[in-house]
């Protein structure tokens, strides 16, 4: 079983960058895919990153790609998700998840553990 506890997300104008950090705890943390979802008030949660076992591979959502770089560092067991040129469609709370499937996991149903969510603002 893996516990997960998102930090770093706040308030940030446009333009700027925040670094996402989801901790986990358990001994088998480094045998899971991770991924990144966020949810913005109103709509339903969506993915944005997800990176395999070894960090080795990652897949990013269109809407992120190029300003976003997820990576894991599986002796801390923490997986981070670094956000540059952020955007106020941006805003969201967002989660780190982990997957018992191999790969980079995209759907919401493929993920079995959560975090509590971590709120990014995003100002015009």
């Not at 001994?27 to 997800?50: C, I, L």
Request: net charge positive; glycine share 12%.
């Amino acid at each position: 079983q893996v516990q997960l506890v998102e930090s770093g997300g706040g308030l940030v104008q446009a333009g700027g960058s925040l670094r996402l950090s989801c901790a986990a705890s358990g001994r088998t943390f480094s045998s899971y895919p991770m991924g990144w979802f966020r949810q913005a008030p109103g709509e339903e949660r969506e993915f944005v990153s997800a990176i395999n076992w070894s960090g080795g591979r990652t897949y990013y959502a269109d809407s992120v790609k190029g300003r976003v770089t997820i990576s894991r560092d599986n002796a801390k067991n923490t997986v981070y998700l670094q956000m540059n040129s952020l955007k106020p469609e941006d805003t969201a709370v967002y989660y780190c998840a982990a997957s018992r499937l191999l790969g980079t996991p995209s759907r919401e149903y493929d993920y079995t553990n959560w975090g509590q969510g971590t709120q990014v603002t995003v100002s015009s």
